[in-house]
């Protein structure tokens, strides 16, 4: 049995196409900064957590976003914040790792023609 023929694509419209693969690598951040990233105090017995549930959370969905590891989350996570000029403290991958099992993240993708914007809120 013969393989079928491959079908040809022609591009016709150089600009828009070169536009189209520019948009691709565009990538925009925002953080909050009256955002609560320290965690408040419980009132409980004991060591208080040093980061709140919204900045785990943050960081997850970035890290599940790009297929990062722990450690690469980290370090992507604190040049985020040093490019916008936060003086925040990252959580360290153990932190990271010890607080997802209480917490899940899971993005839904809905395919479109515009740019995917994802909103993190801290409340």
Not at 13 to 24: E, G, P, Q, V
Not at 56 to 70: D, E, S, Y
Not at 89 to 117: E, N, W
Request: glycine share 6%; net charge positive; charged share 20%.
């Amino acid at each position: 049995m013969s393989k079928p023929k491959r079908t040809r694509y022609r591009t016709t419209n150089w600009s828009s196409y070169n536009a189209a693969l520019k948009k691709r690598g565009c990538l925009t951040v925002w953080f909050d900064p009256s955002m609560n990233w320290e965690g408040l105090p419980t009132g409980r017995r004991g060591r208080q957590r040093s980061y709140s549930d919204a900045a785990i959370q943050a960081c997850l969905t970035l890290k599940v976003l790009f297929g990062f590891a722990l450690r690469q989350t980290t370090g992507f996570v604190e040049s985020l914040l040093r490019l916008a000029g936060l003086a925040w403290s990252v959580p360290d991958f153990s932190t990271l790792s010890r607080r997802q099992k209480a917490l899940t993240v899971d993005i839904s993708y809905r395919s479109s023609d515009g740019p995917l914007h994802l909103l993190i809120d801290s409340t």
